[in-house]
């Protein structure tokens, strides 16, 4: 995708990924970035595109199900179940962003948003060809999902300000480096020029 490419509402989705109370209250200036991502939304919704909503979170089964040699296994700790639990507070979609009834959404147990969830499935079934990120964190959720989202022949655009990461320079490395080589890059402000 270029910087001239044109994005058609009709098929084109924001992903909100992991925006989750626990992990935005986890990062240094949170009310901005939900202030961006805030906006985001808002432009996409105006232009009749779709927005959909990503979270991790597990219930009992899924923790029992990780298998000890898992990548998950070390982030759910057994100090981390409960927070981490589909139930818990901090698990759920921060109060500032409001999903609609309609809108695409999945719970997710893995890291990228497609592997362990029906995702593909809404956004086929809604004519989406064209993905719009935004994540915490740019080195997990975003990184995994534009890799999927590739494999799986949409074409993408990263907010780079909608993105955030507890490693500044590995998002910085992300966004300027690895992302513009599978995907187009730009900032929330930047997102209204890019509309057809």
Do not use: N
């Amino acid at each position: 995708m270029t910087a001239a490419a044109q994005l058609d509402p009709a098929h084109t989705a924001l992903l909100v990924m992991d925006y989750q109370a626990g992990l935005v209250e986890r990062l240094p200036d949170p009310g901005s970035l939900l202030d961006r991502v805030e906006a985001a939304i808002t432009d996409v919704r105006a232009r009749g595109g779709h927005v959909g909503w990503v979270r991790v979170g597990f219930v009992d089964a899924d923790l029992d199900a990780i298998p000890p040699s898992s990548v998950m296994a070390r982030l759910v700790t057994p100090e981390r179940r409960a927070a981490l639990h589909a139930d818990a507070p901090a698990s759920q979609i921060h109060g500032r962003l409001r999903p609609h009834p309609h809108d695409p959404s999945v719970r997710k147990t893995r890291v990228g948003a497609f592997t362990t969830t029906d995702l593909d499935d809404q956004l086929c079934a809604r004519g989406v060809d064209t993905l719009v990120l935004a994540g915490i964190s740019t080195s997990g959720v975003v990184l995994s999902t534009v890799r999927e989202a590739m494999d799986r022949d949409y074409r993408i655009v990263v907010l780079r300000d909608a993105c955030a990461d507890p490693e500044p320079d590995i998002h910085a490395f992300l966004t300027g480096s690895i992302f513009p080589r599978h995907a187009l890059v730009t900032d929330v402000e930047d997102l209204r020029g890019l509309w057809s």
